[in-house]
């Protein structure tokens, strides 16, 4: 059974930072890209981030490019979201997500590109 849990959000300050972990399970780590999407209320989910395990291979959109650090453990089949300098427009459900889909060359995340999710995890950020 496939299975994504995304965990670390919490309610933090603007300026602060979080580190989200996606933990997976029941799929070949190394053979698929993991994804950072996030949900803002009102708003479409939208990708911010991926990394590709097997090569290291990263993506980053425009918004959290320089704060945001994506990174992976593959003993552990493990993606991490260092988020620093938290503004309160990234305040948004986080979800981690697996798909086979190529991130060197990526310039935009697409939600149909990831076949398998986790449940979201909670980022609020106050002013």
């Known amino acids: 059974e496939v299975q994504l849990q995304a965990s670390g959000g919490g309610l933090v300050q603007a300026g602060g930072s979080l580190r989200l972990s996606c933990v997976t399970s029941?799929?070949?780590?190394?053979?698929?890209?993991i994804g950072w999407f996030r949900q803002a209320p009102g708003k479409e989910r939208e990708g911010i981030s991926c990394?590709?395990?097997?090569?290291?291979?990263?993506f980053y959109e425009d918004s959290v490019k320089g704060r945001f650090t994506i990174s992976s453990d593959n003993a552990k089949d493990t993606v991490y979201l260092q988020m620093n300098s938290l503004k309160p427009e990234d305040t948004a459900v986080y979800y981690c997500?697996?798909?086979?889909?190529?991130?060197?060359?990526?310039?935009?995340?697409?939600?149909?590109?990831?076949?398998?999710w986790g449940q979201g995890t909670l980022v609020t950020v106050s002013s």
């Open positions: 029941g799929f070949t780590f190394e053979n698929y890209a």
């Open positions: 990394i590709s395990p097997s090569v290291g291979s990263t």
């Open positions: 997500a697996a798909g086979v889909t190529l991130v060197e060359g990526t310039d935009r995340m697409f939600v149909y590109e990831y076949e398998y």
